[in-house]
């Protein structure tokens, strides 16, 4: 499975952007994918999401002003990010695993690909 995200950039607070994120592989639609963020100088962390049926997580951080979603059509999974503050200031890395439970699938180790990442920036 090859990832590819897409969709970033600069944003004031407040505003509003999307991520995609597309994969290559005929079998992604069964796969668990996350996002998650890395801010400079900070650990990469766990942000949403999504099983193969739709089900979605999300960290506290995020609930209710993030969604995610996939189109299984189109291999594509979605984040729709409103309300944006500067602390959301981060490059965005959706990565995908065939099986994950529930409590693994906010570990970074608990994913086997991983997108190039794009950079979001959140003004003040």
């Known amino acids: 499975v090859q990832l590819q995200a897409s969709g970033g950039g600069l944003v004031q607070a407040g505003g509003s952007l999307r991520l995609s994120c597309a994969a290559s592989?005929?079998?992604?639609?069964?796969?668990?994918t996350g996002w998650f963020r890395q801010a400079p100088g900070k650990d990469r962390e766990f942000v949403t999401a999504i099983e193969w049926n739709g089900a979605a997580y999300y960290a506290d951080s995020v609930k209710g002003r993030f969604t995610i979603s996939r189109d299984n059509a189109k291999n594509t999974v979605y984040l729709q990010m409103n309300s944006l503050k500067p602390e959301d200031t981060a490059v965005y890395y959706c990565?995908?695993?065939?099986?994950?439970?529930?409590?693994?699938?906010?570990?970074?180790?608990?994913?086997?690909?991983w997108g190039q990442g794009t950079q979001v920036t959140v003004s003040s």
């Open positions: 990565a995908a695993a065939p099986l994950l439970g529930i409590p693994t699938m906010r570990n970074v180790a608990s994913y086997n690909y």
């Open positions: 592989g005929r079998t992604f639609s069964r796969y668990v």
